[in-house]
T-cell receptor, first 114, second 114 residues
C-alpha cells in the first residue's frame, strides 16, 4: 500500500495562469475525492468520482475548475485563470466503494497564487 | 451554513492526562462519524469512527462517544502523549447513497506538554 500520491507538493503561479494537479489513488480504490483546505479551516468537499464517472460537484467548484479521471485510476484537477482566492491546499482522497469506508488522504498540493 | 462545529480551536493538556475534543453537528442525515488527525505538511489521517447506531467505540487510547439526540460527539484520548500533538478534525459522513462524502469541522489543535 503506497498510499495516495499527489503531485506537485507545491505550486506557485501568477494570477491568470492555468495549473493542473495530479492524484494517484490507492490501487483498488474506486472512489476518488478532491477537497480544498484554507488556513485555519477544515477541508471542504469539491468533487468525487466513482471509477471514471464524476458523480457530484460542490458549488465551490466554479467554471474555472475541472476534474477528470479518464480511466478510473489517476485524476487531474485543473484551475484555469487562477485568482488569489484559489490559494489553498488541495487534497485528494480515495476509498473502496463500500458504505462507511473511510477516506484515505494524500499529503496535498499547496497552491500559491501571486 | 456550518453543519459541523468544533467550538474549541485549541486544547493544551499535560502528558498522561485525558484530552477531550468535542464536535456538534446539525445534519440528521449523517450516518457515520469519523475523526481524523493531521500533522503539519501532511494530509489528514483516519483515526477512529462510530456508526450512528452506536453510542461508543473504543480503540486503544482513543474512545469516541456519540449522543445522537444532542447531535454531539466527543473524542477522548487517554493517556495523552506528546506524539498526539496535532490538529483533530471531526468529519461526519453521509454514506447511504451519498458517496461517503465527509463534512469536516474546523479542527481542534491539541498540544500535549511533556
Amino acid at each position: 500500500d503506497t498510499g495516495v500520491s499527489q503531485n506537485p507538493r507545491h505550486k506557485i503561479t501568477k494570477r491568470g495562469q492555468n495549473v493542473t494537479f495530479r492524484c494517484d489513488p490507492i490501487s483498488e480504490h474506486n472512489r476518488l475525492y478532491w477537497y480544498r483546505q484554507t488556513l485555519g479551516q477544515g477541508p471542504e468537499f469539491l468533487t468525487y468520482f466513482q471509477n471514471e464517472a464524476q458523480l457530484e460537484k460542490s458549488r465551490l467548484l466554479s467554471d474555472r475548475f475541472s476534474a477528470e479521471r479518464p480511466k478510473g485510476s489517476f485524476s487531474t484537477l485543473e484551475i484555469q485563470r487562477t485568482e488569489q482566492g484559489d490559494s489553498a491546499m488541495y487534497l485528494c482522497a480515495s476509498s473502496v466503494g463500500q458504505d462507511n469506508s473511510p477516506l484515505h488522504f494524500g499529503n496535498g498540493t499547496r497552491l500559491t497564487v501571486t | 451554513d456550518q453543519q459541523v462545529k468544533q467550538n474549541s480551536p485549541s486544547l493544551s493538556v499535560q502528558e498522561g492526562r485525558i484530552s477531550i475534543l468535542n464536535c456538534d453537528y446539525t445534519n440528521s442525515m449523517f450516518d457515520y462519524f469519523l475523526w481524523y488527525k493531521k500533522y503539519p505538511a501532511e494530509g489528514p489521517t483516519f483515526l477512529i469512527s462510530i456508526s450512528s447506531i452506536k453510542d461508543k467505540n473504543e480503540d486503544g487510547r482513543f474512545t469516541v462517544f456519540l449522543n445522537k439526540s444532542a447531535k454531539h460527539l466527543s473524542l477522548h484520548i487517554v493517556p495523552s502523549q506528546p506524539g498526539d500533538s496535532a490538529v483533530y478534525f471531526c468529519a461526519p459522513m453521509r454514506a447511504l447513497g451519498a458517496g461517503n462524502k465527509l463534512t469536516f469541522g474546523g479542527g481542534t489543535r491539541v498540544l500535549v506538554k511533556p
